[in-house]
């Protein structure tokens, strides 16, 4: 893998090197601008919201109904590596239940690498479900390697509520939706500072037309999947359409990997997209 372009150049190769990046040299690349996040517990303190996804040369966002055949074997690597300095993964009750996210989400490799910098040895789980639609005896919440926290609604069912608390923290952040400004607010209280979503496309739009979505890591796979599939972004849609910057791109097998960042702004909010109706 390759950098084309990329935002810290004296860590790095020199742009249109040929030189492919190491593990730790892709790491560095995404990490995020110096500044971007204050010190956990301060006043002030924002985490940094990544959103992770693939999507073919055409715009699909799944293929066969899922986005694991978009992928290619840098996809994969780059997939792992984001997950590698996360505070907290974040993700939609939909996702997980197509992709799956049964056991443990990061290799013995990345523990390791985490230890050595102080970090816990897995990342946070967090799972936005505004209806608590999850088997509490189900494999991911059966085998979580951390404790997972689950974002809903006061508006969820007691009984399952009471169910899922056997298992996993369960907090509401919103009366009948799961409101971005309030999961952010209650993953920054835990001392998160680096949030990496690997979706939904609703709970990537919701977070977006908030303006609380930072960054939106790309992986452009070199397939045309057609006219079916979803998007990389769904919901209620944007009140505008967003500028992105481009901070870096990289290149392998003909495969992009772009890195955008949404500048700063105040955020927005379209009729009716108060939040994320997760299921």
Same mark, same amino acid.
């Given at each position: 893998m390759r950098a084309l372009v990329h935002p810290y150049p004296s860590g790095l190769p020199s742009r249109g090197s040929a030189a492919e990046l190491s593990d730790d040299e892709l790491v560095a690349f995404y990490t995020p601008p110096a500044g971007s996040t204050q010190g956990a517990g301060s006043a002030s303190h924002r985490p940094w919201v990544r959103f992770n996804f693939v999507s073919s040369a055409d715009g699909a966002a799944t293929l066969d109904g899922h986005s694991r055949g978009l992928g290619t074997a840098a996809d994969r690597r780059l997939f792992a590596l984001l997950r590698r300095p996360a505070d907290v993964i974040l993700v939609g009750a939909g996702t997980l239940r197509v992709e799956g996210y049964a056991g443990e989400l990061v290799s013995a490799?990345?523990?390791?690498? %985490? !230890?050595?910098?102080? /970090?816990? #040895? =897995?990342?946070?789980?967090?799972?936005?479900? #505004?209806? /608590?639609? /999850?088997?509490?005896?189900?494999?991911? /919440?059966?085998?979580?390697?951390?404790?997972?926290?689950?974002?809903?609604?006061?508006?969820?069912? +007691? #009984?399952?509520? %009471? +169910?899922? !608390?056997?298992? $996993?923290?369960?907090?509401?952040?919103?009366? %009948?939706?799961?409101?971005? $400004?309030?999961?952010?607010?209650?993953?920054?209280?835990? #001392? =998160?500072?680096?949030? =990496?979503?690997e979706g939904g496309p609703a709970l990537f739009g919701t977070f977006a037309a908030a303006g609380l979505a930072d960054e939106l890591c790309l992986s452009l796979s070199p397939l045309a999947a057609g006219p079916s599939g979803i998007r990389i972004i769904g919901g209620p849609g944007l009140p505008e359409a967003a500028a992105l910057d481009l901070v870096g791109l990289l290149e392998e097998d003909g495969a992009l990997f772009l890195r955008y960042v949404f500048p700063r702004h105040e955020p927005r909010r379209a009729a009716g997209a108060t939040g994320v109706r997760a299921s």
């Open positions: 490799e990345d523990r390791a690498w %985490r !230890e050595d910098r102080g /970090l816990p #040895g =897995h990342p946070g789980i967090a799972v936005v479900s #505004g209806s /608590l639609g /999850l088997d509490p005896d189900g494999e991911f /919440l059966r085998t979580a390697p951390v404790r997972p926290l689950v974002l809903t609604t006061a508006g969820a069912d +007691a #009984g399952r509520r %009471r +169910a899922i !608390e056997e298992v $996993a923290d369960v907090v509401d952040c919103g009366e %009948r939706r799961a409101e971005p $400004a309030r999961i952010r607010a209650e993953l920054a209280g835990r #001392g =998160h500072r680096l949030v =990496h979503s």
